[in-house]
């Protein structure tokens, strides 16, 4: 497979995305589709949110003509009605969250279309997880278990990449990132629509980055994230036939590469999880938006928005990069040995972030405690919150809750 193959996807989808862009711009300002500062959001202005018209575009310009043209070519490629039904669930991720941020739209009706999207891609389509191979035990298959767990992965990274994009940049420069990954396995695997996929994703992303980056002029909204992460999971569960070969490697190259949302985000919930009283509001808790995501975390620290945007894009790539040498070498142990340094890492990360940024607001505290409140220059009765409390927000990952 020759570099142009490789290349020109994504540069096509790259040029289409950034020439859409605009348009996508004057779209959102005519829909009032924008984001308002406040609450647990960053940014200070209002800024446009349909940034996914341009994202689906470019990608669809040189998915939908690129796949079709390779449907049915050798042994292992796609199939025409397997194009056909991806192209109707990405569809359908789309179309959820352009009406979200349009319109809004209910957490419950989200996931409702997201499981119907993943279904239509585990059940007709048959793209989904066959068997685990365990330490000291050989080959476990989970047939029964494999539409369920698939299923999860794929609502789950959808989920993942729409809760990373926090920051001007810091979605698009991840999934570019992960994409560019994927991309250098099938092209050393030879899937060709793997490789159109992965390379269309990365342009599109790059393309759109250059609108994206700090000050953004725009968002990439629901519409771009949950159909990226949505698109993301899907390919990752349809592994080449050199993959395959290995069942736990062919699980774990996906888990891997996007580690960084992935476990963040399974961090994120356990720490909602356990903040709750009741079983039930245990659970509801999960699913409130707060500032625990790493990102909010490194900023809570004072590391400023270009070292976060560093730090989470060396972490990206180092993942990617234990993904690929654990393919290359299809060895478990060593994939097993990786999960285990990217969960230390995100777990090690998130735990100094709170630590510092703990120490900045008790800083921030004791600074306030030794100037006179407004109310006590005016002889009222106000005084500041206790330290203590705000320290707990800080280490439970809530402070700035709405």
């Known amino acids: 497979?020759?570099?142009?193959?490789?290349?020109?996807?994504?540069?096509?989808?790259?040029?289409?995305?950034?020439?859409?862009?605009?348009?996508?711009?004057?779209?959102?300002?005519?829909?009032?589709?924008?984001?308002?500062?406040?609450?647990?959001?960053?940014?200070?202005?209002?800024?446009?949110?349909?940034?996914?018209?341009?994202?689906?575009?470019?990608?669809?310009?040189?998915?939908?003509?690129?796949?079709?043209?390779?449907?049915?070519?050798?042994?292992?490629?796609?199939?025409?009605?397997?194009?056909?039904?991806?192209?109707?669930?990405?569809?359908?991720?789309?179309?959820?969250?352009?009406?979200?941020?349009?319109?809004?739209?209910?957490?419950?009706?989200?996931?409702?279309?997201?499981v119907?999207?993943?279904?239509?891609?585990?059940?007709?389509?048959?793209?989904?997880?066959?068997?685990?191979?365990?330490?000291?035990?050989?080959?476990?298959?989970?047939?029964?278990?494999?539409?369920?767990?698939?299923?999860?992965?794929?609502?789950g990274v959808t989920n993942a990449i729409n809760f990373i994009d926090g920051l001007d940049g810091l979605a698009s420069g991840i999934v570019a990132i992960i994409s560019t990954s994927l991309l250098v396995l099938a092209a050393l695997q030879g899937s060709p629509e793997m490789v159109v996929v992965t390379s269309s994703i990365t342009g599109a992303c790059l393309g759109f980055l250059r609108h994206n980056w700090q000050p953004a002029k725009i968002y990439m909204g629901d519409s771009g994230s949950l159909t990226l992460g949505f698109i993301l999971a899907a390919i990752s569960l349809r592994s080449s036939p050199s993959v395959k070969a290995s069942a736990a490697v062919a699980i774990l190259v996906p888990i891997l590469a996007l580690g960084l949302p992935v476990?963040?985000?399974?961090?994120?919930?356990?720490?909602?999880?356990?903040?709750?009283?009741?079983?039930?509001?245990?659970?509801?808790?999960?699913?409130?938006?707060?500032?625990?995501?790493?990102?909010?975390?490194?900023?809570?620290?004072?590391?400023?928005?270009?070292?976060?945007?560093?730090?989470?894009?060396?972490?990206?790539?180092?993942?990617?990069?234990?993904?690929?040498?654990?393919?290359?070498?299809?060895?478990?142990?060593?994939?097993?040995?990786?999960?285990?340094?990217?969960?230390?890492?995100?777990?090690?990360i998130r735990t100094a972030g709170l630590r510092a940024g703990a120490r900045s607001l008790a800083r921030e505290r004791l600074d306030g405690l030794a100037r006179p409140s407004s109310d006590e220059a005016d002889g009222g009765e106000g005084e500041p919150a206790p330290i203590r409390s705000d320290l707990r927000l800080v280490r439970d990952g809530a402070a700035d809750v709405p």
């Open 1 to 114: 497979m020759s570099w142009l193959h490789v290349l020109l996807p994504g540069a096509c989808a790259a040029i289409a995305t950034l020439l859409l862009t605009p348009l996508a711009l004057r779209i959102a300002l005519r829909l009032r589709a924008v984001d308002k500062p406040g609450g647990r959001k960053l940014h200070v202005g209002v800024t446009p949110r349909l940034g996914g018209l341009a994202i689906f575009g470019g990608i669809s310009v040189v998915l939908v003509p690129g796949l079709l043209r390779l449907s049915g070519e050798g042994a292992h490629s796609i199939a025409a009605n397997e194009i056909l039904w991806f192209l109707a669930a990405t569809l359908i991720v789309f179309t959820v969250g352009l009406v979200d941020d349009v319109r809004g739209l209910g957490p419950f009706h989200k996931l409702v279309f997201q």
């Open 116 to 155: 119907l999207a993943a279904a239509i891609v585990v059940v007709p389509m048959g793209w989904q997880l066959t068997a685990l191979r365990l330490p000291f035990d050989g080959r476990f298959y989970v047939e029964g278990l494999a539409p369920v767990l698939s299923l999860l992965w794929i609502v």
């Open 263 to 348: 476990f963040d985000t399974l961090m994120v919930m356990w720490y909602r999880f356990l903040r709750g009283h009741r079983p039930m509001d245990r659970i509801a808790r999960m699913f409130y938006a707060d500032r625990a995501h790493l990102h909010h975390l490194l900023l809570d620290s004072r590391k400023g928005r270009t070292g976060v945007m560093a730090t989470l894009y060396f972490l990206a790539a180092g993942f990617c990069l234990m993904a690929l040498l654990v393919a290359a070498s299809d060895s478990w142990e060593l994939g097993v040995a990786f999960l285990v340094v990217e969960i230390a890492a995100v777990f090690l």
